[in-house]
């Protein structure tokens, strides 16, 4: 039995097959974690998720903030939803979205496994959590997206405020506080302020803004954790994070790391020629 954790896929269906065909995977034994943005941009988002969904009992996935951004598109007018890029529509009227979206608002925002030593997260954790602050906090987020008030959370989930994370916060600026260190997060200052704005490779960030997993003070944590979110820092392995977002949808590749051997092993494929032609940014 194999337990593969796969970096962003972003609609990168054809890179996804790929890269399962060279790992053997084996949905009768084996186990795929995915951290989250299995969707947007890389044109097959559908197939991506019922893919996803088909496995959905041999796979475990975090929620990163492309999948929220859909979950919140889908809870809008239909004239709205049309005015979503090409990739997302597809989702969003396909016949079988709803058991799809369903699926999808009932994933994780944190995943701990203490057996493997693993711990799965989109983005980062903030300085000051320790590991079980960090599941408590996550658990509120996802009662919330599949309690009785879900919608109103994807209506106001979204925000770049607050941009600290503070034990005293309450309500949806509690919740959205969480979301956004959970799955946004890669700069931060040392007091846990989330620079939103800062997208690049470690020192180019402006002064007094650290890596989320370099401020100073962090809380020590027993455990490795797994992460993705972040293309441009691309495959990074210190400090006990392994970040895996190696930007397949902007023409680099798509990677795999495996977690139950003593020392981790990546596999990665290559992104499909128009993507390494196109190219592109983060956002």
């Given at each position: ?10 609609g ?72 979503a ?21 009932a994933?994780k ?12 997260v ?32 994807l ?31 890669r ?16 020192g180019?960030?402006?002064?007094g ?59 990665a494929v290559?992104?499909?020629p ?7 940014s983060?956002?």
């Amino acid at each position: 039995m194999a337990v593969w954790a796969i970096g962003d896929v972003q609609g990168c269906y054809p890179e996804l097959q790929r890269l399962l065909e060279k790992l053997r995977f084996d949905p009768a034994r084996d186990t795929l974690w995915f951290c989250g943005d299995l969707v947007n941009r890389g044109g097959e988002s559908l197939e991506v998720l019922r893919l996803a969904y088909s496995l959905r009992e041999r796979s475990i996935v975090t929620l990163g903030n492309h999948d929220l951004s859909l979950l919140a598109v889908a809870e809008r007018k239909q004239e709205s939803q049309a005015k979503a890029n090409p990739d997302l529509r597809r989702v969003l009227f396909a016949d079988d979205r709803d058991a799809l979206l369903g699926w999808l608002r009932a994933q994780k925002l944190l995943h701990h496994d203490a057996a493997l030593g693993w711990t799965m997260v989109h983005a980062g954790l903030a300085p000051s959590w320790t590991l079980e602050q960090a599941q408590r906090i996550a658990r509120e987020v996802e009662q919330a997206l599949t309690g009785p008030q879900y919608r109103k959370l994807l209506k106001q989930m979204f925000g770049d405020r607050p941009a600290t994370w503070n034990p005293k916060l309450r309500g949806i600026d509690r919740l959205r506080a969480a979301i956004n260190v959970l799955t946004r997060m890669r700069y931060c200052d040392v007091r846990g302020r989330i620079a939103f704005e800062e997208k690049g490779t470690p020192g180019t960030q402006k002064p007094g803004l650290y890596p989320w997993y370099e401020v100073p003070g962090t809380v020590r944590r027993d455990t490795r954790i797994i992460c993705g979110h972040w293309s441009a820092l691309g495959r990074f392995a210190g400090l006990g994070i392994h970040a895996i977002d190696t930007g397949c949808v902007w023409g680099g590749t798509l990677t795999a790391l495996r977690l139950d051997t003593p020392d981790p092993l990546y596999v990665a494929v290559d992104a499909e020629p128009q993507r390494q032609r196109t190219g592109g940014s983060e956002e």
